[in-house]
């Protein structure tokens, strides 16, 4: 039997299809790993969240977001109680009252990520920069915490 429903394609007016399946596999991620031990969106927040990487290294982590479109001045960092928390607002630019928009697939409004720092990150001496989008938080690691290697001999039987 041949299937009488339409062919309904995507429409450029919906929601994004996967802000649901991001919702729900950062809740995975916080359920494995505990609350706030990864970055993730906030509860109740639009879904706008930048796309970031962490790299740690031997003397530091460098977190590093995407933030198109966002004005540096709307880009709050800061950090409390051993957690570092990037909150923004990518504002809608309007030009005129007029403007009568047809397809609006840019996304708009507020977003919060948390990230529990470890121990060893030296909180007085984080720094940050933002140029042309891309927001760098570097995390200085205190002193004398940087993992040390030490070779374990294999003992003959």
Known sequence: MAD???NILPSLWSDNPFADLRKEMDQVV????????????????????????????????????????IAENDIDISIQKGVLSLKGEKKMETKDDKDNYHVVERRYGSFQRSMTLPSSVDEAAVTAKFDKGVL???????PGTAPVERKIAIEKQ
């Not at 969106?41 to 990487?53: C, R, T, Y």
């Not at 760098?136 to 205190?142: I, Q």
């Open 30 to 69: 916080e359920n494995f790993f505990g609350k706030n031990k990864m970055l993730s969106v906030s509860e109740g927040e639009s879904f706008l969240a930048p796309s970031i990487d962490v790299v740690e290294k031997d003397d530091q982590i460098v977190l590093t977001a995407e933030l198109p479109g």
């Open 136 to 142: 760098t938080v570097t995390m200085p690691k205190k």
């Open 4 to 6: 009488k429903s339409p």
